[in-house]
């Protein structure tokens, strides 16, 4: 049975801004079990505030859930918010890792921000929250660093 106060399982407007969008959680069934959860967005896209011409990013963000996880479609709905908010790289991925941090309460969370080259200049941008527990593989983000032709 879908909880109906989630986005999960109904028509959803696309949130215009991330301050309008809602992130929802639902309880984590193995808190007891320590494991990594990755998202990968390939496809984020911000607004320059200077410019206001669009930036885009590959984001990574992993998890090890304390007693919630983020409900997928709301996460989506969220980082899709983003299309037509104006912020520079570091200002997007560290907001986006410290609003999941406060609603998830995770045992870690880590986020990857690599964005695109603007004016000649690849931004990474990485942030993280808690210490990874010891008995857990985490792999690596899987992204190549930048690397101009030659």
């Keep these: 049975m879908t909880d109906t106060s989630l986005?999960?399982?109904?028509?959803?407007?696309?949130?215009?801004?991330?301050?309008?969008?809602?992130?929802?959680?639902?309880?984590?069934?193995?808190?007891?079990t320590d494991y990594v959860a990755r998202f990968t967005c390939p496809e984020f896209t911000s607004l320059c505030p200077v410019t206001g011409q669009p930036d885009f990013a590959l984001l990574v963000i992993d998890y090890v859930p304390g007693p919630w996880?983020?409900?997928?479609?709301?996460?989506?709905?969220?980082?899709?918010?983003?299309?037509?908010?104006?912020?520079?790289?570091?200002?997007?991925?560290?907001?986006i890792g410290k609003r999941l941090n406060e609603l998830l309460e995770p045992r870690f969370l880590r986020i990857g921000g690599y964005w695109y080259p603007r004016g000649g200049i690849p931004i990474d941008v990485f942030w993280q929250t808690g210490e990874m527990p010891k008995n857990l593989w985490l792999p690596d983000q899987g992204v190549a660093p930048y690397r101009a032709r030659g």
Excluded: I
Aim: aromatic share 6%; net charge negative.
């Design 7 to 32: 986005q999960l399982g109904h028509a959803t407007a696309q949130p215009q801004s991330p301050e309008e969008a809602t992130l929802d959680r639902v309880p984590n069934p193995h808190q007891d």
């Design 69 to 95: 996880l983020v409900e997928s479609k709301s996460l989506k709905l969220y980082l899709h918010s983003f299309r037509n908010h104006g912020a520079f790289h570091e200002d997007c991925t560290v907001a």
